[in-house]
């Protein structure tokens, strides 16, 4: 990095003191027409990748990770959806791309691509020298059927197997702090013995990196920072853009703000590895003022390079992942990093403005993961949160009759709504089981979102037309 370039670089302490400077502002910006908002770019990315340094193996990795959670299907739509098979060639096309272009990082899980992401990822990338990628994988053992220390470690061992490997670069502890919380967390890796395990592992160095990705209970997160002198963390995975740095707690009160887990991973110099960086593409398919405003700052850089680039500055992160289902997804991604262009003070203070005037639409934090899914009764749970968020963003929910476009407005909600979610799959047949919330890392009360919203439409099917 040159001198002018390190002089650009905030100081976490510089970037902490800009980001305390937040404040309602008035923009006055007119919306941009949908189809601006949705073009995508085509340019060749022709930089040269921004890398960061793992302090304690001295890996290179690339700013830019590859999450293999939303690989293409064979119908064009990520294999996360419905039952379509995991589109192959595209999933080595896309890996091809990646490594060419500099990326060096693929995050996967066994619970991704209803199980079969390890697998696709393993033979995408076994088409590539050992030592030209990293691989990071979790010990997904949410289920109580697989807390055994038997099933815990077969876990484990089938990942290497799917991946193609004899050793992992990256694991990780995956989601500690959800469901039960501290007890979940017990029983998931410490009563069985196989965090225990996974340490004996790594010093026998088939896990080159040991580390754990949090959402939910912030009891569990600062439990094991406590015992970060005995674990000694690797890297940790959190969630963390602009929205959730000082709003993630005032979105749901049961989430933690990403400047508290931040901070507190920063002050033990624990690398950060950065995921849902577009809180599930709420911060790509922002609400149309808010789309202006970003644009008219720089109109030749996309909406979700705000997201990637305010992730990209924090000194500390060493990666930030994506989950990438087009082309068009990875290149744009690849132009933000291949070099990263560092905020400046200003351009945070002007995020932080920008997450101030988000907050005034009233979104559902869904992060389109679907791990409240499958649902006992067939409901399309994050396609019914989804839908009602695009018509917030869009102006479509027209609260009275004398909304100036409320004809407009409720004919694009009811359209959109059973194009979007077959009949027996809307909220009208929730029952109300709640076994959909406890696997939710937002927190949300999806039973209690889903009668609002099944209610809202039933109102508007009373309206007159």
């Not at 500099?102 to 076994?126: M, Q, W």
């Not at 026998?204 to 209970?217: K, M, P, Q």
Request: net charge neutral.
């Amino acid at each position: 990095m040159s001198n002018q370039d390190h002089k650009k670089m905030l100081s976490r302490r510089d970037f902490l003191k800009t980001m305390g400077v937040a404040g309602m502002a008035a923009t006055g910006l007119s919306a941009c027409a949908n189809s601006e908002k949705r073009a995508a770019a085509v340019a060749e990315p022709t930089g040269e990748m921004t890398y960061r340094t793992n302090p304690s193996t001295g890996d290179r990795v690339s700013l830019l990770g590859f999450g293999m959670m939303r690989l293409p299907s064979v119908g064009g739509r990520s294999a996360r959806e419905g039952n379509e098979e995991i589109d192959q060639e595209m999933v080595n096309e896309l890996v091809d791309y990646a490594i060419a272009h500099g990326v060096n990082y693929f995050d996967t899980s066994p619970a991704y691509c209803r199980g079969k992401s390890e697998h696709a990822t393993g033979i995408a990338l076994s088409r590539h020298p050992r030592d030209s990628y990293f691989i990071a994988t979790k010990l997904s053992n949410f289920a109580p059927s697989s807390w055994s220390r038997e099933a815990s470690i077969a876990m484990y061992r089938n990942s290497m197997k799917e991946l193609q490997v004899d050793y992992l670069d990256y694991l990780l502890l995956h989601g500690i702090g959800m469901g039960d919380g501290m007890e979940e967390f017990e029983n998931r890796y410490m009563k069985n013995g196989i965090l225990d395990f996974l340490l004996e592992e790594r010093e026998a160095g088939r896990i080159r990196n040991l580390g754990f990705s949090y959402h939910g209970d912030v009891r569990v997160f600062d439990y094991l920072l406590s015992r970060h002198d005995k674990y000694k963390w690797d890297f940790v995975q959190i969630q963390l853009n602009y929205l959730d740095w000082k709003y993630a707690k005032q979105i749901n009160p049961r989430n933690t703000d990403a400047e508290y887990l931040y901070n507190e991973l920063a002050k033990r110099n624990i690398p950060v590895v950065v995921m849902e960086p577009l809180l599930g593409g709420r911060l790509s398919n922002v609400p149309s003022t808010i789309f202006a405003r970003l644009k008219q700052r720089e109109p030749e850089r996309s909406v979700a390079s705000w997201a990637f680039r305010f992730a990209g500055s924090l000194p500390g992160v060493h990666t930030v992942l994506s989950g990438m289902t087009r082309m068009e997804h990875l290149q744009d991604n690849l132009r933000t990093y291949s070099p990263l262009k560092l905020l400046t003070e200003d351009d945070f203070a002007f995020l932080q403005e920008t997450a101030t005037l988000m907050m005034s639409f009233d979104t559902i934090p869904c992060n389109d993961c679907k791990y409240c899914m499958p649902c006992p009764y067939g409901l399309d749970i994050p396609a019914i949160l989804l839908h009602y968020n695009k018509c917030l963003n869009e102006g479509n929910i027209p609260e009275s009759t004398q909304d100036a476009n409320y004809r407009s407005a409720r004919r694009a909600f009811l359209v959109g709504y059973d194009r979007s979610v077959p009949k027996l799959r809307q909220a009208s047949h929730c029952i109300g089981c709640n076994q959909c919330s406890p696997h939710c890392p937002q927190r949300i009360n999806i039973p209690a979102e889903l009668r609002r919203i099944d209610a809202y439409v039933e109102r508007l099917k009373q309206e007159i037309r």
